[in-house]
């Protein structure tokens, strides 16, 4: 196995490539058409691409935990009048990450809040990728056992894919290279230097809001693990739904965000006559060719992967893997994420991990009342909760939108 990212990266292309000149070769009129061997060739194959994609994944991983170390070296170098003045070691004890409905009841605010005031907190420390596991939604148990069937939901996905970051501002500016003219050239002893040229672009990003109010009972804020279990699950998972919604297909216009199924300048792979399999790849080669930049991941719908995953050449047999067996939840050796968030029918692929960052402005914010509406007199408290999000697509090239598969 490969020890180096870009070595690692080179080679599964490689093996992308080779795939996918079998594939060519055995492709007629839309369909497949593979003798037993070559299938077991490409189920080999296949597996390979798995393995380098993985490792490939975790060279990754490793390199940004090296920039991090290099980065926390340097700045525990800095001067000494920087660094805060100690009496003797501190030893860091590991901490559990406390969930938001904990950091909630927990809070000061909370604990001397008297029912009847109005209620407002901001929480900063709150990790937006907590599991949420636990139940809620109403009093405590009398004579049924305590396990809650929730409804049906899909799970925050997308977030997973993307670098997240924390700001202070209220929209992110950057700089975007926008003429890149190389005029660089074999020049003769003497001759005049070729003029080249470089211009830069101011882009900008604003940070958005995604809010929600949940009615709760006077109850329900008494008891303590309701309250945790209430804000934790549903509360959350409101919130991380919506701003998923936002970062796939948000329109742009305020207050939503620009979402990559309307980011300007994201390329598009019809996929035509050609197999799902092939249009994705031929986006893959758009990415890399156009964008220069390498696939991190791709996105689909569920029903999207099922007819990729269901595949069969012209004599009936499984492309992706016999029904007996797990199959890959990849394609080309690239991870494949699945979620009913994006749009059906199209596939959204790129380089999220160097291309893409989510800017949190801050945490969840949290404030109760029981002054909305007539919930005073029914002895009830409005949970609002908002965060504040931007998205960035550095370089809009860097992805791409296979459509009709």
């Not at 670098?163 to 190389?182: C, H, K, L």
Request: proline residues 5%.
């Amino acid at each position: 196995m490969p020890t180096k990212l870009e070595e690692a990266q080179g080679l599964l292309e490689q093996k992308q490539r080779e795939l996918m000149e079998i594939f060519e070769q055995n492709q007629k009129g839309g369909e497949y058409d593979f003798t037993p061997e070559q299938l077991d060739e490409i189920r080999a194959r296949n597996a390979e691409l798995e393995e380098l994609g993985k490792r490939v994944d975790e060279l990754r991983e490793i390199d940004e935990i090296h920039q991090k170390t290099r980065q926390a070296i340097r700045e525990a170098n800095a001067p000494a009048h920087h660094l805060p003045l100690a009496t003797e070691p501190v030893i860091a004890q590991p901490q559990r990450a406390k969930s938001l409905g904990e950091l909630f009841t927990e809070h000061e605010r909370y604990k001397n809040w008297t029912p009847g005031q109005d209620l407002f907190m901001q929480i900063q420390e709150w990790d937006a990728k907590t599991l949420m596991t636990t139940t809620a939604g109403f009093a405590p148990e009398n004579l049924r056992i305590d396990r809650v069937i929730e409804s049906a939901q899909r799970r925050p996905m997308i977030q997973s894919l993307i670098p997240q970051t924390t700001t202070s501002q209220g929209a992110i500016v950057y700089m975007e290279e926008t003429t890149f003219t190389n005029a660089a050239a074999a020049t003769a002893e003497g001759g005049t230097y070729p003029e080249s040229a470089l211009a830069y672009t101011e882009r900008s990003d604003a940070v958005r809001k995604v809010s929600t109010l949940l009615p709760v009972t006077d109850e329900q804020l008494d008891d303590v693990p309701q309250i945790q279990s209430l804000i934790n699950n549903r509360l959350t998972l409101m919130l991380m739904l919506a701003e998923e919604s936002q970062i796939l297909t948000g329109s742009g216009v305020a207050p939503n965000l620009t979402g990559f199924a309307n980011k300007s300048g994201v390329q598009t792979q019809a996929k035509g006559a050609d197999p799902t399999p092939d249009a994705i790849y031929k986006g893959m080669t758009k990415v890399r060719h156009t964008g220069f930049a390498d696939v991190t991941g791709v996105v689909m719908h569920p029903n999207d992967w099922q007819d990729i995953r269901l595949l069969k050449d012209s004599n009936g047999n499984y492309i992706w893997g016999n029904p007996a067996e797990a199959g890959p939840e990849r394609i080309w050796g690239v991870a494949v994420v699945q979620t009913i968030a994006q749009t059906e029918n199209t596939a959204l692929l790129g380089d999220f991990a160097l291309f893409s960052e989510l800017f949190r402005r801050k945490g969840i914010e949290i404030k109760v009342t029981d002054s909305h509406s007539t919930y005073f007199a029914e002895g009830k408290q409005a949970i609002r909760a908002d965060l504040r999000v931007a998205l960035a697509i550095y370089r809009a090239a860097a992805f791409c939108n296979v459509t009709g598969i």
